[in-house]
């Protein structure tokens, strides 16, 4: 089955910029979108395609693909940024895949 | 506004069947491919399953988990998506939410808040 490697947890300072990866088998062949996910809430779409932003999300969230990574970069980070964070493909063997989650904190 | 809400979680003991519902709102639900994903206590995203719109074939796929116990139904005159789960096993808990998906990206664009399905004796 398809498997997305994701970080457990990433820490940034803020208004500093966060990285988050998702590692799979030419993961560069597929689209990759990005969820954010607060305590007691549904996830959020941040970015869908690799690197598409939904309207209403802030320009600070951006992501990249290419070859075995995935990325979703949070510049100028914020408070109000903590959350697990998702990445998810479709997989024509195994349907839907989603990461394993990373827990971002904001110092 | 787009708006999806699940309902008829609750508690069932462990070998029991229970339906849970997701009601849309603001969209042409019959053009809209649907899905399926839970959370349990702690852990993080799982795809349940998902079903095409009849005009794509009407379609549905199970993750292997779930595959010959739950069954993923839509009534598009009701605006309705449902999940019939059988054969209930403690692992099943979690909250299941629907979500849209789009036909061409993929993406989970609009997500209901979820609804906690507890199997326990």
């Known amino acids: 089955s398809y498997e997305l490697t994701q970080p457990l947890s990433v820490s940034v300072a803020l208004g500093q910029t966060a990285r988050i990866t998702c590692g799979a088998d030419?993961?560069?062949?597929?689209?990759v979108h990005w969820y954010q996910q607060k305590p007691g809430q549904a996830p959020v779409l941040v970015i869908f395609?690799?690197?598409n932003r939904p309207s209403e999300i802030p320009d600070r969230f951006s992501g990249s693909n290419s070859g075995y990574t995935a990325t979703l970069t949070i510049s100028r980070a914020q408070a109000g940024d903590e959350a697990d964070y998702y990445c998810?493909?479709?997989?024509?063997?195994?349907?839907?895949?989603f990461g394993t989650g990373t827990k971002v904190t904001v110092l | 506004e787009v708006q999806l809400v699940e309902s008829g979680g609750g508690l069932v003991k462990p070998g029991g069947s229970l339906r849970v519902s997701c009601a849309a709102s603001?969209?042409?639900?019959?053009?809209?491919?649907m899905n399926w994903v839970r959370q349990a206590p702690g852990k993080g995203l799982e795809w349940v399953g998902r079903?095409?719109?009849?005009?794509?074939?009407?379609?549905?796929d199970y993750a292997a988990p779930v595959k010959g116990r739950f069954t993923i139904s839509r009534d598009d005159s009701k605006n309705t998506l449902y999940l019939q789960m059988n054969s209930l096993k403690s692992e099943d808990t979690a909250v299941y939410y629907c979500?849209?998906?789009?036909?061409?990206?993929?993406?989970?664009?609009?997500w209901g808040p979820g609804t906690l399905v507890i199997v326990s004796s």
């Open positions: 998810h493909v479709w997989d024509s063997n195994s349907g839907d895949v």
């Open positions: 079903i095409k719109t009849k005009a794509d074939g009407g379609t549905i």
């Open positions: 603001g969209i042409a639900f019959r053009n809209a491919w």
């Open positions: 979500s849209i998906v789009g036909a061409v990206t993929g993406k989970l664009g609009n």
């Open positions: 030419d993961i560069g062949d597929k689209n």
């Open positions: 395609r690799d690197n």
